[in-house]
Every structure is written in C-alpha cells, then in structure tokens.
C-alpha cells in the first residue's frame, strides 16, 4: 500500500505582491497532480510561532497520493512557469517527505510541525518516546515523522534537520497539548539537547 507524500515549505521574507500571484496560480496544478493543501498560512495568517528562532516564516503542507506525485508536480512543466511568479518573493526551503498509515482528520484539524535539530542523540530518544506517548495518550498521530535523510530537499540551503507533523482534531485540542504542564516540561528538558522551531498551522476544512 502507498503511502502519501508531503510536501512541506518554509518561506521567510516574503514580498506580498509577488506571493499573491503566485499563490493564486497553484491550487489547478496541486489538482492535476492529485494534491491539496492542508495547512497554509503565516504568522497571524493561520501560523503560530510556539517555539524556536524561526519566528517569520510562512509554510506550506500539501498531501499527495504518494511521493512520486511530489516530484511530479514540483517538476512539471505548469509548476516550472507558475514558479517564475515568485522571483525574489522570498527565501524557501522545500522539502518532499514520505507519509506513513495515518492520514489527517477531516473537519478542521490543526497540525504542529517541527522542525529541529538533535544535538545529543542518546540523550534525546527517551523524549521523543515520551512525546509520542503522550500523542498517542490523545489519539493524536503523526503523519510524518522524518530524519533529514529521509528527507528530499527540493529547494534552500536547510541541511540536518529533521521533520515531524502531529495532526490534532482541532486547533482547541492541539493547544491544550501544547499548554499542558507535562508537555511544558518535556520542552524544557529536550531544550537542553536539541533546538526545535515549532509552529501550529490551522487546518483547512475538508
């Protein structure tokens, strides 16, 4: 069975007038291609900054039926032009990443993505395993889970990172994770052996 792929985009510095022709050119593309967005958005446009130095970035999640369709989009021809719009619209870093067996909920869901850097591996596995206890306590999975070498970049300069995305039923549910103390707490030790930049991206309904 296929899995879905994921095309995630990190934007910064973004020139609004190039960015809103170009956005508008994409949505008949992704359809060709059998993708759509899931999240998109900036800060106070659908994007809160929780964590990290990454405070002004825009993003970008688009499912497709699998990774193939990835590259298939990002390397057609409609995309090659529609690319052209945004010439010095900003900075990207572009990622096409494998799903697994879990699928967003449909409604309005909301996703917090990270993006982050492990510094001491050793001592950060036990809290990723205690993170994703504490998701799978909520019966919230996540849709990718990903090292950076798993991880195709399509565009920037982004090396060793690594990416994963929870998806929450709601905005309400994925914040009261984020607020609660264990969580808190979770945050402060990991802190101390990697550097995560974390963001909550409000669903589109579907």
């Known amino acids: 069975?296929?899995?879905?792929?994921y095309l995630l985009v990190l934007g910064h510095s973004l020139v609004p007038e190039k960015m809103a022709a170009y956005s508008a050119a994409l949505p008949p593309i992704y359809d060709k291609y059998g993708g759509f967005y899931l999240g998109i958005g900036g800060p106070g446009r659908g994007?809160?900054?929780l964590e990290g130095p990454w405070f002004d970035h825009s993003i970008v999640l688009g499912r497709f039926d699998q990774p193939d369709?990835?590259?298939?989009?990002?390397?057609?021809?409609?995309?090659e032009e529609a690319k052209k719009l945004r010439k010095d619209?900003?900075?990207?870093?572009?990622?096409?990443?494998?799903g697994n067996e879990h699928e967003a909920p449909?409604?309005?869901?909301?996703?917090?993505?990270?993006?982050?850097?492990?510094?001491?591996?050793?001592?950060?596995?036990?809290l990723a395993k205690a993170e994703e206890e504490k998701l799978t306590n909520r019966s919230v999975p996540y849709i990718l889970k990903a090292a950076d070498k798993d991880a195709e970049r399509l565009e920037g300069d982004l090396v060793d990172h690594d990416f994963s995305v929870a998806a929450?039923?709601?905005q309400a549910s994925a914040t009261s994770y984020w607020n609660d103390p264990g969580h808190k707490e979770l945050r402060e030790a990991r802190s101390q052996v990697a550097v995560f930049n974390s963001f909550l991206?409000?669903?589109l309904r579907r």
């Open 106 to 126: 449909h409604g309005e869901p909301a996703f917090l993505v990270s993006v982050y850097r492990v510094l001491d591996p050793d001592a950060y596995a036990p």
């Open 1 to 5: 069975m296929a899995v879905p792929g």
């Open 168 to 170: 929450f039923p709601t």
């Open 47 to 49: 994007v809160e900054h």
């Open 89 to 98: 619209g900003g900075d990207f870093n572009v990622f096409k990443i494998a």
């Open 69 to 79: 369709d990835v590259s298939k989009f990002w390397y057609s021809p409609e995309y």
């Open 201 to 203: 991206i409000r669903g």
